[in-house]
């Protein structure tokens, strides 16, 4: 079914193809035709690779139902080896096909429109196929290996398939515009995205774990218990004093150095960003004088005119709560790009002050007195809900991954509360007293 559907489905495309030429050709639209054939090419070569996404999700929940998955795990094989052989078994044939479709496809555009593409967009277009397909099978046998039942496989592959849905999408945007160099920035992407899923799946896939499961169960008097626990440090039936709970928050700083590290890169990141865009997207002269105001940036709180103590400190936390929300169902990234948002605000206004003639350092310090607590607020919770959100990926290490899970979480809310909010609400205390 497979090949023949590979096989029939370029046939179709040309078929599209072709009319799309000559109903183009005829208005005197060419450009918007030649701008939609490598779409479809982008299409067909999906089109194969979204069968990997049914057998990935078959591999071990299936295997298990059909009471053949016991004999492949009393191999001598270990687990990496085994999950990976599992995603190589279940990406090869529809990858195949799919550069098989590509082919057809190409050779009828070539005998039909005459239309060839360029070495770099087919290079891109077999890239981003590629990937596509790593990154679906790499996710759906994570699924599998995660479940007890092919039905609760695929009720979770939408979780796949829509975000692959909307990068097909996001794809036929830059293809219709010619953005084809933002496309090489979308194939770093998935390249990371499919590596990461790829570690995931080695790091959570456990053989023992996989035959002792038979019922999917969600205990939430025991995730509530385990997450309670986390957050206020009570152990045998006992809470500590406040002191101590405070001493505990503390010393779990230490444990966010790696994820305290990428946060601090995504704020330079934003800061550079936002100093190129400002660069690139000057305002009017006489926008950015109104940075300047008299040379002391007393102006600067009239972005905010009527800002007081209540919105400047919930300004940060909708900003903490939302990194956190958009981050747990990304492995992080929506989160990071939403932590990075502020960043590059403030660097495209120190720009501008640049642009201006005004002194960025008079700016900077002008910012600093409550700046800097924020600035510590923030990649504390940046930090924490990085990890949190990462979670996933990290080794199993006497912990299940629900276990681990909750305990992120449990860390990430004890720093919040503990350290995160009395910091914002110093430092709202000062913005408005004192700006």
Request: aromatic share 10%.
């Amino acid at each position: 079914p497979i090949l023949l559907l590979t096989l029939g489905f370029p046939f179709l495309m040309n078929f599209t193809a072709q009319r799309l030429v000559g109903f183009a050709t005829r208005y005197g639209a060419t450009l918007v035709a030649n701008q939609l054939i490598p779409f479809l090419l982008l299409v067909v070569g999906f089109f194969p690779t979204s069968f990997s996404l049914v057998i990935a999700l078959e591999t071990f929940v299936g295997e298990k139902e059909r009471k053949s998955l016991e004999p492949l795990l009393a191999t001598p094989l270990t687990n990496m080896q085994l999950y990976l052989g599992k995603v190589v078994a279940a990406l090869v044939p529809p990858l195949l096909a799919s550069y098989l479709g590509m082919g057809f496809y190409l050779l009828g555009l070539r005998l039909a429109v005459g239309w060839v593409p360029t070495p770099t967009l087919l290079l891109q277009t077999l890239l981003l196929t590629t990937l596509q397909g790593v990154i679906m099978v790499a996710a759906a046998v994570v699924m599998s290996s995660q479940t007890t039942s092919v039905r609760g496989a695929n009720l979770l592959a939408s979780f796949i398939i829509v975000p692959m849905a909307l990068l097909i999408q996001g794809e036929a945007l830059a293809l219709f515009w010619g953005q084809h160099a933002g496309l090489w920035w979308l194939i770093v992407g998935l390249a990371l995205t499919a590596v990461t899923l790829i570690r995931m799946g080695t790091h959570i896939f456990n053989r023992e774990e996989l035959l002792g499961r038979d019922i999917d169960q969600i205990r939430l008097g025991w995730m509530w218990r385990h997450f309670w626990e986390g957050l206020t440090g009570r152990k045998n039936g006992r809470f500590p004093t406040p002191l101590t709970w405070y001493r505990q928050t503390l010393s779990l700083l230490p444990s966010l150095r790696l994820s305290a590290l990428a946060t601090a890169l995504m704020i330079v990141g934003g800061l550079v960003l936002g100093g190129y865009l400002g660069q690139q997207y000057a305002l009017p002269p006489n926008l950015q004088a109104r940075f300047l105001a008299t040379g002391d940036l007393s102006q600067v709180p009239m972005l905010a005119p009527d800002m007081t103590f209540a919105w400047a400190w919930t300004n940060n936390l909708r900003l903490i709560l939302l990194q956190m929300l958009l981050g747990v169902f990304t492995l992080g990234v929506l989160g990071l790009l939403v932590f990075a948002v502020p960043w590059v605000m403030l660097g495209y206004w120190l720009m501008q002050v640049w642009l201006a003639g005004g002194s960025v350092l008079t700016a900077v310090f002008a910012l600093s007195p409550h700046g800097t607590i924020e600035l510590i607020a923030l990649l504390i919770a940046g930090a924490a809900a990085l990890r949190w959100h990462v979670i996933f990926i990290a080794p199993l290490q006497q912990q299940t991954l629900s276990e681990r899970f909750l305990t992120a979480a449990a860390i990430f809310f004890r720093l919040l509360l503990g350290v995160v909010l009395p910091l914002l609400w110093l430092a709202a205390l000062i913005e408005v007293n004192l700006l």
